[in-house]
């Protein structure tokens, strides 16, 4: 690209930009609202009877959280790798 920004490839437009980061928070938030939805039934008790977690629960919504985001990348990694061999999304 020249010095002005004339000639040369042609980068994305505000349009497009936009699109994009609406796009990254709706997957942002949707992961959020899985991950809370998952860990919330899987650690804490439908009745609850204190207002802070216990022990078991911030032990137990840890060891989630740090779960749920390693299977994400995990997931994300395979599906890279299968479309870069020409075997997802090609």
Known sequence: MSFLGFGGAAGPTSAQKLA?????????????NRLTSSCQK??????????????????????????????????????QNAKAAGGFGA
Request: charge should be negative; aromatic fraction near 8%.
């Open 20 to 32: 994009a980061a609406e796009q990254e928070l709706e997957m942002v938030t949707d992961m959020f």
């Open 42 to 79: 899987k650690c804490i008790p439908a009745e609850y009877k204190e207002g802070e977690l216990n022990k078991g629960e911030s032990v137990c919504l840890d060891r989630c959280v740090g779960k749920f985001f390693e299977v994400n990348i995990k997931v994300s990694e395979q599906m």
